[in-house]
């Protein structure tokens, strides 16, 4: 059971910044010896002569890759990477712009898909992706292609969503509009549209079939319904109330277009939700007639920038990306979610991931303690009875998307962790136990071959990656179970496959963990490394980020450095 506590901020105090000293946590156990030559006090896999040769290599791809993450902090302090783009993305924004009667960049967009189109015929999620039935179906809807059978098609998209009308129901509606399942709405399902007025925080006990950052479309498409538009007027003023203040639904392409295409069908072109809506895709379209699947998650880029520089003292990049995640801190609840101000999110909507991350980085960089107890305490607040952490809000687990998950619970470890003995003594015992049944959850969460999925990244690599990293920050002593997963999941690691298929980003988890492959780090900073498909982003959709491998490889680099500094200490 998560515990609440509601503690008055000490506004006046200050956490100095931990920038200007390089730490780590040891392994504090024989248990995981031989696991990796790059994790403190194991020892090396390979001979000593060889090893010290390349991490001579390693300090120097090391010193060029803080280089060029340094000189991607854009002006404001932050990060802004580059999402790739996005048939789905494309297709949806386009079709909306067409209904508009924008038509220059909907044709733009037509002929980016005519040029995106795999050799098998159909559309992945993203260009570095495989074909899939969802993408392809919106494509062909788009471009006024042939789809085939109308109800086999509504049969499939239905099983391949299951319960999640949220994300079923999107792609049902983009079909009829492009008269491919006919106009009447029949193989749509119904959506508990009178349920939606209910207030925010009794979502999570009306089982409702869809996902929480799902709930804009089913407003909009409520009222598609002849005889629901006259509940209209309520409608659009629920709508407006989630809507960004640059016209988005939380900075996501296909769900923006999804919510107007069905406000233009409801007859409400003219209405300001719906031209919000309109310049927000306007605003977004590339300049090769592409749009991504959501704009630059700049709050979790930033985050992770942050945490691969740890150690770097030179400039005043620390002191701007401070400020920056400052300034980014939600100081309002948001309507989608019912959790108290304080956490860090993408267009208004906090999540943990962001906000997990942010603290993180800001206990590095140093910050007001207020700043982090309210982060803090939004992350202990969102913690669900299970013990791990959903993404956006607590007890809404209709959606995989909506439950606990290894990789946010992970991340969730290492932010109440490193603030646990900053803050007010209060919080100690009460992160203490959430950690504590974190900790259990990951045990449960842990398949029986060591590895441990991840929601928000495509591969158990990553997962596994995320959650030994969190597990590494523990005290033994404390958290006595966290030995034996260790042990599990460093032997995973270990094995894990690693063919040509295998991402960049994947392989620099895997040698910074481990130090398997670590002779392919130097090379990923003296090129350009083309970014692979990890990313999942809210819609479920796959990604490509092109700062990735940068941060990936970045951090593997910095924990070869450290281990470098080890072992020329020992052989003076």
Same mark, same amino acid.
């Given at each position: 059971?998560?515990?609440? $506590?509601?503690?008055?901020?000490p506004?006046?105090?200050?956490v100095?910044?931990?920038?200007?000293?390089?730490?780590?946590?040891?392994?504090? /156990?024989?248990?995981?010896?031989?696991?990796?030559?790059?994790?403190?006090? $194991?020892?090396?896999?390979?001979?000593?002569?060889?090893?010290?040769?390349?991490?001579?290599?390693?300090? %120097?791809?090391?010193?060029?890759?803080?280089e060029?993450?340094?000189?991607?902090?854009?002006?404001?302090?932050?990060?802004?990477?580059?999402?790739?783009?996005?048939?789905?993305?494309?297709?949806?924004?386009?079709?909306?712009?067409?209904?508009?009667?924008?038509?220059?960049?909907?044709?733009?967009? &037509?002929?980016?898909?005519?040029?995106?189109?795999?050799?098998?015929?159909?559309?992945? *999620?993203?260009?570095?992706?495989?074909?899939t039935?969802?993408t392809?179906?919106?494509?062909?809807?788009?471009?006024?292609?042939?789809?085939?059978?109308?109800?086999?098609?509504?049969?499939?998209?239905?099983?391949?969503?299951?319960?999640?009308?949220?994300?079923?129901?999107?792609?049902?509606?983009?079909?009829?509009?492009?008269?491919?399942?006919?106009?009447?709405?029949s193989?749509?399902?119904?959506?508990?549209?009178?349920?939606?007025?209910?207030?925010? =925080?009794?979502f999570?006990?009306?089982?409702?079939?869809?996902?929480?950052?799902?709930?804009?479309?089913?407003?909009?498409?409520?009222? $598609?319904?002849?005889?629901?538009? =006259?509940?209209a007027? +309520?409608?659009?003023?629920?709508?407006?109330?989630?809507?960004?203040?640059?016209?988005? &639904?939380?900075?996501?392409?296909?769900?923006?277009?999804?919510?107007?295409?069905?406000?233009?069908?409801?007859?409400?072109k003219?209405?300001?939700?719906?031209?919000?809506?309109i310049?927000?895709?306007?605003?977004?379209?590339?300049?090769?007639?592409?749009?991504?699947?959501?704009?630059?998650?700049?709050?979790?880029?930033?985050?992770?920038?942050?945490?691969?520089?740890?150690?770097?003292?030179?400039?005043?990049?620390?002191?701007?990306?401070r *400020?920056?995640?400052?300034?980014?801190?939600l100081?309002?609840?948001?309507p989608?979610?019912?959790?108290?101000?304080?956490?860090?999110?993408?267009?208004?909507l906090?999540?943990?991931?962001?906000?997990?991350?942010?603290?993180?980085a800001?206990?590095?960089?140093?910050?007001?303690?207020a700043?982090?107890e309210?982060?803090?305490?939004?992350?202990?607040? $969102?913690?669900?009875?299970?013990?791990?952490?959903?993404? &956006?809000? =607590?007890?809404?687990?209709?959606?995989?998307?909506?439950?606990?998950?290894?990789?946010?619970t992970a991340?969730?470890?290492r932010?109440?962790?490193?603030?646990?003995?900053?803050?007010?003594?209060?919080?100690?015992?009460?992160?203490?136990?959430?950690?504590?049944?974190?900790?259990?959850?990951? !045990?449960?969460?842990?398949?029986?071959?060591?590895?441990? !999925?991840?929601?928000?990244?495509?591969?158990?690599?990553?997962?596994?990656?995320?959650?030994?990293?969190?597990?590494?920050?523990?005290?033994?002593?404390?958290?006595? +179970?966290?030995?034996?997963?260790?042990?599990?999941?460093?032997?995973?690691?270990e094995?894990? !496959?690693? *063919?040509?298929?295998?991402?960049?980003?994947?392989?620099?988890?895997?040698?910074?963990?481990?130090?398997?492959?670590?002779?392919?780090?130097?090379?990923?900073? !003296?090129?350009?490394?083309?970014?692979?498909?990890?990313?999942?982003?809210?819609?479920?959709?796959r990604?490509s980020?092109?700062?990735?491998?940068?941060?990936?490889?970045?951090?593997?680099? %910095?924990?070869?450095?450290? =281990?470098?500094?080890?072992?020329? /200490?020992?052989?003076?």
């Open positions: 059971m998560t515990v609440k $506590v509601r503690i008055s901020v506004v006046q105090r200050t100095r910044s931990t920038a200007n000293r390089t730490t780590h946590h040891s392994i504090p /156990h024989p248990a995981l010896a031989g696991c990796g030559f790059f994790v403190p006090e $194991v020892a090396p896999l390979l001979p000593r002569a060889t090893v010290l040769t390349m991490l001579e290599k390693i300090q %120097k791809a090391h010193a060029r890759m803080r060029k993450l340094l000189a991607e902090q854009g002006p404001s302090g932050l990060w802004e990477g580059e999402v790739s783009s996005s048939a789905m993305a494309t297709a949806v924004a386009a079709f909306t712009l067409k209904l508009a009667g924008n038509t220059e960049p909907a044709l733009r967009g &037509f002929q980016w898909l005519e040029t995106d189109r795999h050799d098998d015929g159909g559309w992945g *999620d993203c260009p570095e992706g495989p074909s039935f969802i392809t179906l919106l494509c062909r809807c788009a471009l006024n292609m042939e789809i085939g059978d109308p109800g086999k098609v509504a049969a499939e998209v239905i099983r391949l969503y299951g319960r999640d009308l949220s994300q079923s129901v999107p792609v049902l509606a983009m079909s009829m509009f492009s008269r491919k399942l006919g106009d009447e709405g193989v749509i399902p119904r959506l508990p549209f009178n349920r939606l007025f209910f207030p925010r =925080k009794l999570r006990f009306l089982n409702l079939p869809m996902v929480s950052t799902g709930l804009p479309f089913p407003l909009a498409m409520g009222i $598609v319904h002849p005889d629901r538009r =006259k509940r007027e +309520k409608t659009l003023k629920a709508i407006a109330s989630v809507q960004s203040e640059n016209g988005s &639904f939380m900075d996501q392409i296909p769900l923006t277009g999804f919510v107007a295409m069905a406000l233009i069908g409801a007859g409400q003219e209405h300001p939700a719906t031209q919000n809506c310049r927000f895709l306007e605003q977004t379209v590339r300049a090769d007639g592409s749009w991504p699947v959501e704009k630059s998650p700049s709050v979790w880029l930033t985050s992770l920038a942050v945490q691969t520089l740890e150690g770097d003292v030179s400039g005043d990049w620390q002191e701007r990306a *400020d920056a995640l400052v300034r980014e801190q100081q309002e609840a948001h989608l979610n019912p959790a108290e101000p304080g956490g860090w999110g993408r267009g208004g906090p999540n943990a991931m962001d906000t997990a991350a942010a603290l993180v800001l206990h590095q960089l140093g910050c007001d303690v700043v982090a309210k982060g803090v305490f939004w992350l202990l607040e $969102v913690q669900n009875r299970d013990g791990g952490v959903p993404t &956006f809000c =607590k007890g809404w687990d209709q959606s995989p998307r909506d439950k606990s998950a290894p990789d946010v991340l969730a470890i932010a109440w962790a490193c603030w646990r003995d900053q803050l007010d003594e209060n919080y100690f015992a009460a992160i203490f136990d959430s950690i504590q049944i974190a900790v259990e959850f990951l !045990e449960k969460q842990q398949r029986k071959d060591g590895a441990w !999925e991840s929601l928000w990244f495509g591969s158990p690599v990553c997962g596994t990656a995320r959650v030994l990293e969190a597990l590494l920050e523990l005290n033994l002593k404390e958290f006595p +179970k966290v030995e034996r997963m260790l042990q599990r999941g460093f032997q995973w690691l094995t894990a !496959e690693q *063919d040509d298929a295998v991402p960049v980003e994947e392989r620099a988890l895997i040698a910074g963990l481990t130090g398997n492959g670590a002779e392919l780090l130097p090379e990923m900073a !003296e090129s350009d490394v083309s970014a692979g498909a990890v990313g999942i982003n809210f819609a479920g959709l990604y980020e092109r700062l990735y491998p940068l941060f990936f490889a970045g951090d593997a680099l %910095k924990r070869g450095c450290r =281990k470098s500094s080890e072992e020329k /200490h020992e052989s003076e």
